[in-house]
């Protein structure tokens, strides 16, 4: 065994208050994985793990010298009794990935003293020198049940000698935005003021010179799920210009827990293809959706009918980078700045095709999760990613910031041009999707062009599509081909030829199956010329799949197979609503 510092010596007797849980009957432990969104599960899970994530940012700081290490407790558009957590870089970005088997080893330590082996050899591994600061700042979403995580939190980095701050309760992006400010605060160039208020007046006032050269004004009602995103959003209002947007905050109740996401929300709405419940907007009013925790964006509206349209992330990428691309031609850049749009294999084709053929972008297409997207967007001068679900940003490199604040101009178009680029680097949240600077964004690229939601939506026509899940087995059977963004399937044998040579009968089909990173199940995505040939090849991809695993479906228990019905219900309904649609 390691030898013991003082810190293992305080973690072993603190973590006694903090016991691992045991499933219902008592024997069994949980197992648990830090994954593409760290941790996640029903709240009363938590205190245990919050105490072992606590310990580690703590040696994430020390391993960066000290640098502030972000740690957000929410769990996004997940019911209210569910919660999270997530570490966030010095940069605001995610943790690296490498980093996340010591958060699972932690979290799956079943004692006090296995849990302080693991940080031992955590230290030891890593070369971590406890003599160093730690540095960390935490925020959590408006779920009741984030204070007792706050105090499990506490626990853990009081363990290991760490300092902290707690900012109580946050948006996601608005931490992000914290741990990068305070980490830049001392450079040439800081990110931001290190205060929430410091987030409001950055985001205004960018979006303040990003909308001088526009006449519109424009109003919009927004949906804030009942989460955090509602009180934070009112916040941003007071500081906004007022005669250029006009925002009708609705679903902003945060008193009652249960309403948290029930019925509303963007992954509501994306995922049952409908507004939220209680909506009375008119024909096509501009409306909007966030998430729990305000890190994900979708636009929609009502034709008469009256007929849903979803504008969602693959749409506002279009628009954004359609919007940056122009603005770097007229600056007189083109020549010297690469902008690429980054896509995962669930964007919609015709989306792709639109960025191929009409903005004539460079796309790249990674595997599922924000992470790869973020990387990869990381690589160009400006990357635009967006996932469908409609969480996303716009990266800009050292580089290109530096190209961009010194180019000298050489007509007012040009001055134009370059000014409000410059204001869209401020405006755009650089660590992480920010529904409530996204929403801005969105706003000022529709100002400038004069565009309504019924003209954004006339962009490109989607192709018919249907995301569904099925419940296997053994989700891990089915491992992807490396380097095919999970388009391809390498196990189990044959089924990726089957599925080949179904895509073949229709006429622009793609179908893909991957196990997913968050739920047990395996999705399948299909699209299709035509609705009645996307229905047909889904339903016989999924009769493959479970054909392909040996014992063939199980559902793993009752609460499981209703979500299941009420998840391909919901599909259905909107297959239908399409094929209605495609008859007027
Ligand atoms: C098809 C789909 O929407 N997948 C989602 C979902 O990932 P899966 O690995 O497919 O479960 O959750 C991720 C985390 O929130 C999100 O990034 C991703 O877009
Ligand atoms: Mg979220």
Redesign the pocket.
């Known amino acids: 065994m390691a030898t013991s510092s003082e810190y293992a010596q305080a973690v072993l007797q603190a973590a006694e208050a903090w016991p691992r849980p045991r499933s219902e009957d008592g024997k069994e432990y949980k197992e648990f994985t830090y994954g593409?969104?760290g941790f996640r599960m029903k709240a009363e899970l938590l205190p245990y793990i919050m105490f072992g994530v606590g310990m580690l940012s703590a040696n994430r700081s020390r391993k960066y010298s000290g640098k502030t290490i972000g740690v957000m407790i929410t769990a996004?558009h997940n019911p209210a009794e569910d919660n999270g957590v997530k570490i966030v870089d010095p940069m605001g970005e995610m943790l690296e990935q490498d980093w996340e088997q010591w958060a699972t080893g932690f979290s799956n330590a079943k004692d006090p003293t296995q849990l302080r082996n693991a940080y031992v050899h955590c230290c030891q591994q890593l070369h971590i020198d406890e003599k160093r600061p730690a540095n960390i700042i935490f925020a959590r979403d408006t779920r009741p049940s984030g204070e007792k995580l706050v105090t499990a939190l506490k626990a853990g980095l009081d363990a290991v000698g760490a300092k902290y701050i707690d900012y109580g309760i946050l948006t996601t992006p608005q931490l992000h935005y914290l741990v990068r400010a305070t980490n830049t605060q001392d450079l040439p160039i800081p990110y931001g003021e290190v205060s929430e208020e410091g987030y409001y007046k950055k985001l205004a006032t960018a979006f303040a010179e990003v909308m001088k050269f526009s006449k519109a004004e424009s109003q919009i009602t927004i949906d804030c799920a009942n989460g955090v995103g509602g009180p934070k959003l009112r916040e941003l209002i007071k500081h906004l210009p007022a005669d250029k947007l006009k925002i009708n905050v609705v679903n902003d109740r945060i008193n009652d827990p249960k309403e948290l996401n029930y019925r509303c929300g963007a992954d509501f709405v994306k995922v049952n293809q409908r507004t939220p419940e209680g909506f009375n907007g008119r024909p096509f009013d501009r409306c909007a959706s966030l998430d729990g925790d305000a890190d994900r964006l979708v636009y929609y509206f009502n034709e008469e009918g009256p007929v849903f349209r979803l504008l969602d992330g693959d749409r506002i990428a279009i628009l954004v980078a359609g919007f940056i691309g122009d603005l770097v031609r007229k600056s007189g850049l083109a020549d010297k700045i690469d902008l690429a749009v980054v896509q995962?294999a669930?964007a919609n084709g015709s989306s792709t095709k639109y960025i191929e053929q009409v903005l004539k972008l460079p796309i790249e297409c990674t595997s599922?999760?924000?992470k790869h997207l973020h990387h990869a967007a990381a690589r160009h001068d400006i990357g635009v990613y967006f996932?469908?679900?409609g969480?996303g940003t716009v990266l800009f490199s050292d580089r290109a910031m530096k190209v961009i604040r010194k180019h000298e101009v050489q007509s007012p178009a040009q001055m134009e041009a370059i000014e409000t680029l410059r204001a869209l680097i401020d405006l755009i949240n650089q660590t992480v999707g920010d529904a409530l600077s996204d929403m801005l964004l969105v706003e000022a690229v529709l100002a400038h062009k004069e565009y309504t939601v019924r003209e954004w939506l006339a962009m490109y026509t989607d192709l018919p599509n249907k995301?569904a899940k099925v419940l296997v087995p053994n989700r891990a059977l089915f491992t992807s081909v490396p380097g095919t963004a999970e388009r391809k399937l390498a196990t189990p044998e044959n089924l990726q030829g089957k599925i080949d040579q179904l895509v073949e009968k229709y006429r622009d089909g793609r179908c893909f199956v991957r196990a997913?990173?968050?739920?047990d199940a395996v999705?399948v995505?299909g699209e299709a010329a035509e609705a009645f040939d996307v229905d047909d090849m889904v339903t016989k991809a999924h009769e493959y799949i479970l054909n392909s695993t040996a014992e063939g479906s199980s559902y793993g228990n009752k609460d499981d197979q209703k979500a299941v019905d009420d998840y391909n219900e919901a599909i259905h309904e909107k297959a239908d609503a399409e094929k209605e649609q495609q008859k007027h």
């Open positions: 593409t969104a996004s995962t669930y599922t999760g924000v996932e469908a679900n969480h995301l997913s990173g968050t739920e999705r995505y």
